[in-house]
C-alpha cells in the first residue's frame, strides 16, 4: 500500500516554462513534506519542505503547496531551466512522537528541453 | 547544511562475498541514521533504523541476517551485505536527520557478479 504516491513517472516541459509536479498522500498522520532532487547514481538533495500547519511554501524558483483536505502537494518550478532535468521525489512523514523515517513517492523524472 | 558522507561511491563484488558500506555525518551526531535501497524505476525503499548503540530496527521484509548494521559511534554506521548475491545489486543510500530535514549520503552502486 502506498502512502505516498506520484502518479506521473515522467514530466516534459519546455525552458522557461513552469513545471508542476503532484503528489498525493493517504496518511492522515502525515505533517511534514519534502521535495528531493536525485540526479543518477547520486544521492536525493533537499529541494523545499512545508509543514502542515502551511499550505504555501516559497524559495526562489521553488514553491510547493499543499492541499491537506485533498491530501495533495505539488511542487511548481518557475521559470524552469535544463539543470532541473533530473528525478523529483515527494516524501512525508510524522514528526510526533519518535524520529519518523521518510516515506517517498516513486519519483517523477522532470525533461527540461531548451 | 549538515554533511553526510558515503563510501565507497560504487563498488564491485563477486557473489558469496561480504561487502561494508560506511555513512558518516561529518558535521553533526547523528543518534539515528537511515539506510534506503533504490530499485530501477522503484522509489527509494527504507531498509532499517540504525540507532546508536543499539540494535537496528528492520523494515518487513528486510533480512537482518544478509544486511547487517552496526552504529558503533554518533557519526558512523555501517551497512555490510553479506554473502552477496546478483539480486543485491542495487543502489543504496544512507540518511541522517538534522531536525525534520534528513541529509543523504552520496549513495553506493552495489554490483554483484
Known amino acids: 500500500d502506498q502512502q505516498v504516491k506520484q502518479n506521473s513517472p515522467s514530466l516534459s516541459v519546455q525552458e522557461g516554462r513552469i513545471s508542476i509536479l503532484n503528489c498525493d498522500y493517504t496518511?492522515?498522520?502525515?505533517?511534514?513534506f519534502l521535495w528531493y532532487k536525485k540526479y543518477p547514481a547520486e544521492g536525493p538533495t533537499f529541494l523545499i519542505s512545508?509543514?502542515?500547519?502551511?499550505d504555501k511554501n516559497e524559495d526562489g524558483r521553488f514553491t510547493v503547496f499543499l492541499n491537506k483536505s485533498a491530501k495533495h502537494l505539488s511542487l511548481h518550478i518557475v521559470p524552469s531551466q535544463p539543470g532541473d532535468s533530473a528525478v523529483y521525489f515527494c516524501?512525508?512523514?510524522?514528526?510526533?512522537?519518535?524520529?519518523?523515517?521518510?516515506?517517498f513517492g516513486k519519483g517523477t523524472k522532470l525533461s527540461v528541453k531548451p | 547544511g549538515a554533511v553526510v558522507s558515503q563510501h565507497p561511491s560504487r563498488v564491485i563484488c563477486k557473489s558469496g562475498t561480504s561487502v561494508k558500506i560506511e555513512c558518516r555525518s561529518l558535521?553533526?551526531?547523528?543518534?539515528?541514521m537511515f539506510w534506503y535501497r533504490q530499485f530501477p524505476k522503484k522509489s527509494l525503499m527504507l531498509m532499517a533504523t540504525?540507532?546508536?548503540?543499539?540494535?537496528?530496527?528492520?523494515e518487513q521484509g528486510v533480512e537482518k541476517d544478509k544486511f547487517l548494521i552496526n552504529h558503533a559511534s554518533l557519526t558512523l554506521s555501517t551497512l555490510t551485505v553479506t554473502s552477496a548475491h546478483p539480486e543485491d545489486s542495487s543502489f543504496y543510500i544512507c540518511?541522517?536527520?538534522?531536525?525534520?530535514?534528513?541529509?543523504f549520503g552520496q549513495g553506493t552502486r552495489l554490483t554483484v557478479v
Open positions: 516524501a512525508a512523514k510524522s514528526t510526533g512522537g519518535s524520529q519518523g523515517n521518510l516515506i
Open positions: 496518511n492522515s498522520m502525515f505533517d511534514y
Open positions: 512545508i509543514s502542515s500547519i502551511k
Open positions: 540504525s540507532n546508536e548503540g543499539s540494535k537496528a530496527t528492520y
Open positions: 558535521d553533526f551526531q547523528a543518534t539515528t
Open positions: 540518511s541522517a536527520e538534522v531536525n525534520t530535514e534528513a541529509f
